[in-house]
């Protein structure tokens, strides 16, 4: 009983701040989208960035369309667009895993979609297809790896599920990033083992409007269960028994979540390649700032993911000549930050 009052008092803490932490985050992502829409090698002024953005929205534009305004809807808009998309889906699949498995060190790749998705990717890089069938063998590489991983964790009997869940992630992925390093053993050296390597860093370089669109439409698509089940997703965190009792079907309501993180990650390695640290980084930030009630932690979450990912991808291409690899940048920034994070977070688990 002991839970129930600490609980209350978690909430009464924390009740008021998730408005305005909304509100903060957002306006700091509006001017940090500002900022990354400015900076490059065709730099440009916010006054100019939002006049040609004005009179494109009012349809006052040139028929011949400005140095500016290419640069803003063609080259920069959708690769800003793309790091917002995917940096919040990113964050709300690691928040959705750390809560259904009770553990604060899962991040979106737990149960091998990262794996599959690079798996994917590279046999397309091996066999030189083409870059939309990259894509449609990462996204299909890890779907199918997660329904693997699924199947075995589901099949043992007697153990605890998220218990063999986790595990069955760990050695699936294991295996398949032991194929990977075998296609990478096999690959020719010359061309198709560095556009290997390239994509298994990420790079949000080559999105364009169509990788966008697809890539938003998934991602609204699997929010729409996890905002539904916004209220039952607390319950997770309870032990089965005690879900059960209170009126939850904690299996279909696992695969639904799995479903829709899973779906929302291989979408996003798909198109962006493996972009680490922002699924299990950002929802430990939401989560000292909000608290862990899901329905307040989810918005506030995908607002820091879309920020930390656009300010990543925006110093990675303008911090020196040639550009950074987002996916390394990631971690070297992410590591230092997990652990301060560690050291001024009181235990919200």
């Known amino acids: 009983?002991?839970?129930?009052?600490?609980?209350?008092?978690?909430?009464?803490?924390?009740?008021?701040?998730?408005?305005?932490?909304?509100?903060?985050?957002?306006?700091?992502?509006?001017?940090?989208?500002?900022?990354?829409?400015?900076?490059?090698?065709?730099?440009?002024?916010?006054?100019?960035?939002?006049?040609?953005?004005?009179?494109?929205?009012?349809?006052?534009?040139?028929?011949?369309?400005?140095?500016?305004?290419?640069?803003?809807?063609?080259v920069r808009g959708p690769r800003v667009a793309a790091a917002i998309v995917i940096g919040a889906a990113l964050a709300a699949a690691g928040t959705a895993y750390q809560g259904m498995f009770r553990n604060p060190l899962v991040s979106p790749d737990i149960l091998g979609v990262s794996a599959g998705a690079g798996l994917g990717a590279v046999l397309a890089i091996f066999l030189s297809l083409s870059v939309l069938a990259i894509q449609a063998f990462a996204f299909a590489g890890g779907i199918a790896a997660v329904a693997i991983v699924y199947l075995v964790g589901s099949s043992v009997r007697g153990h605890d599920p998220i218990l063999a869940l986790i595990l069955a992630g760990v050695v699936i992925g294991t295996l398949l990033g032991s194929c990977i390093a075998l296609l990478k053993y096999l690959a020719d050296p010359y061309n198709q083992l560095p556009a290997i390597t390239f994509w298994l860093l990420g790079?949000?370089?080559?999105?364009?409007?169509?990788?966008?669109?697809?890539?938003?439409?998934?991602?609204?698509?699997?929010?729409?269960?996890m905002f539904l089940l916004r209220w039952r997703m607390n319950l997770l965190s309870l032990a089965d028994d005690e879900a059960r009792a209170l009126g939850v079907n904690t299996g279909l309501l696992r695969v639904v979540v799995v479903c829709a993180a899973t779906l929302m990650t291989a979408t996003s390695v798909a198109v962006s390649g493996i972009i680490g640290w922002v699924g299990l980084l950002i929802p430990h930030a939401a989560r000292m700032l909000v608290g862990p009630e899901f329905s307040r932690l989810l918005p506030v979450a995908m607002l820091l993911g879309a920020g930390y990912l656009l300010g990543v991808d925006t110093l990675a291409r303008t911090m020196a000549r040639i550009e950074v690899p987002p996916g390394v940048l990631t971690a070297v920034i992410g590591t230092p930050f997990f652990v301060w994070l560690l050291a001024a977070s009181r235990r919200t688990w």
């Not at 080559?206 to 966008?212: D, M, P, R, Y």
Request: glycine share 12%; hydrophobic share 60%.
């Open 1 to 74: 009983m002991t839970g129930a009052p600490a609980a209350g008092a978690s909430a009464r803490r924390t009740g008021g701040r998730p408005l305005w932490f909304n509100l903060g985050a957002a306006l700091l992502l509006a001017a940090l989208v500002l900022f990354a829409m400015s900076v490059g090698r065709f730099p440009l002024g916010p006054g100019e960035i939002l006049a040609v953005v004005w009179a494109k929205l009012t349809g006052a534009a040139a028929v011949a369309p400005s140095a500016a305004e290419t640069v803003i809807f063609q």
């Open 203 to 225: 790079s949000l370089a080559a999105v364009g409007s169509q990788e966008l669109g697809m890539v938003t439409l998934f991602v609204l698509a699997a929010l729409v269960p």
